[in-house]
């Protein structure tokens, strides 16, 4: 897939560091990696903003659409609106999930899982290592 943003994997490593991204950002967003449960620092942030897509600051999830999933990652049940994010089917490891990419850059940044809360029933898994965050 084309996305309208384009680096290399070196450009993107240089982006993450200098906005200060945790070191595991590039591996999450580039790379599809996924960050260790209860350990990304926006778990368990209930502060009121909007969640942001670190490569390139799309805004993806309003604070009032997360909640506590007990997963171990921050949890939304619905994007900021339809072209927030994009979705595949990653049928890696034996299974088939939905993965939940940037649509503007590519970014990996989770995955979507349908048992979430209403009114979508949908649970948005995201790393926190690819999320940036705006506070109100």
């Known amino acids: 897939m084309t996305y309208k943003i384009q680096k290399t994997d070196a450009e993107w490593a240089a982006l993450l560091a200098e906005k200060g991204a945790e070191a595991k950002a590039f591996e999450v967003t580039r790379h599809e990696s996924t960050e260790r449960a209860f350990t990304g620092k926006y778990e368990g ?3 009121a903003g909007i969640y942001t897509c670190i490569c390139c600051d799309k805004p993806l999830f309003d604070a009032a659409t997360k ?5 171990g990652w921050p949890s939304y049940f619905a994007p900021l609106d339809s072209s927030a994010v994009q979705t595949k089917v990653d049928r890696s ?3 088939q999930r939905v993965e939940v990419h940037c649509p503007d850059c590519g970014a990996h940044l989770g995955h979507v899982f349908e048992d979430g809360l209403a009114p979508t029933g949908l649970r948005y898994c995201m790393n926190s290592a690819s999320l940036g965050f705006k506070p109100e």
Do not use: T
Request: net charge neutral; proline share 0%.
């Open 93 to 95: 490891l034996f299974s």
């Open 67 to 71: 909640y506590e999933s007990g997963s």
């Open 45 to 47: 942030n209930k502060a």
